[in-house]
């Protein structure tokens, strides 16, 4: 099994910046990737970014490419979510994921956080 916390969520302005960390533990070995998804009231849950554990490739959602980057730490079971310009549509729960392979379907991915709120109003 694998765990996987999320932290650094919270309520922010627009325009503001926020850090998200994803700590991995258990068998962490089994994981080639770790990503992140959002999921807005009312909306279905959508992929944001992903890391390729091995070689640190990366990939981004379109709503957020350029704005949001994600960042392997040298121990490879850490990963950051670095938000720049949030807006309000960024809004939602923020779930950390760990899987096999880089992809952006959810199916992909083995283990699932619990999820942090990230809240972004004026």
């Known amino acids: 099994q694998m765990q996987l916390v999320e932290s650094g969520g919270g309520s922010v302005q627009p325009g503001d910046s926020l850090r998200l960390t994803c700590a991995a533990s258990?068998?962490?070995?089994?994981?080639?990737?770790m990503a992140w998804f959002r999921q807005a009231p009312g909306k279905e849950r959508e992929f944001v970014a992903g890391?390729?554990?091995?070689?640190?490739?990366?990939t981004y959602g379109d709503s957020v490419r350029g704005r949001f980057t994600i960042v392997r730490f040298y121990d490879k079971t850490t990963a950051y979510l670095q938000m720049n310009s949030l807006k309000p549509e960024d809004t939602g729960i923020y779930y950390c994921?760990?899987?096999?392979?880089?992809?952006?379907?959810?199916?992909?991915?083995?283990?699932w956080g619990q999820g942090i709120q990230v809240n972004v109003s004026s």
């Open positions: 994921a760990a899987g096999r392979a880089l992809r952006t379907a959810e199916s992909q991915y083995d283990y």
């Open positions: 258990g068998r962490t070995f089994s994981m080639d990737a």
């Open positions: 890391i390729r554990r091995a070689d640190s490739t990366t």
